[in-house]
């Protein structure tokens, strides 16, 4: 099992930056495929990015792409979520999850994830 803890969060304006770590527990962390998902008051959740277990592959939603990168250490058991050229559309709840559906092009489904983190909050002030 694996529990997962997100933080980093804030507010910042528009074109700023934000670094989203998430923690892991557990020994088989390496294991796993790594997501960020997000999800803004009245919609859906939607894939923001995942990275292969070895950090060797990665994948982005087109609306993130050249924007945000997506990273990991596996000595540290961590996850990260590096934001730039921030804009008010990406205001939400983002989320880190885990997966072990291997294979490219890496898992983007919710429910293709087992674990899940509660959340950290991002808001980009126009």
């Known amino acids: 099992q694996v529990q997962l803890v997100e933080s980093g969060g804030g507010l910042v304006q528009a074109g700023g930056s934000l670094r989203l770590p998430c923690a892991a527990s557990?020994?088989?962390?390496?294991?796993?495929?790594m997501g960020w998902f997000r999800q803004a008051p009245g919609k859906e959740r939607e894939f923001v990015a995942a990275?292969?277990?070895?950090?060797?592959?990665?994948y982005y939603a087109d609306s993130v792409k050249g924007r945000f990168t997506i990273s990991r250490d596996n000595a540290k058991n961590t996850v990260y979520l590096q934001m730039n050229s921030l804009k008010p559309e990406d205001t939400a709840v983002y989320y880190c999850?885990?997966?072990?559906?291997?294979?490219?092009?890496?898992?983007?489904?919710?429910?293709?994830?087992?674990?899940w983190g509660q959340g950290t909050q991002v808001t980009v002030s126009s």
């Open positions: 990275i292969s277990w070895s950090g060797g592959n990665t």
């Open positions: 557990g020994r088989t962390f390496s294991s796993y495929v």
């Open positions: 999850a885990a997966s072990r559906r291997y294979g490219y092009p890496l898992a983007q489904e919710h429910d293709e994830y087992t674990y």
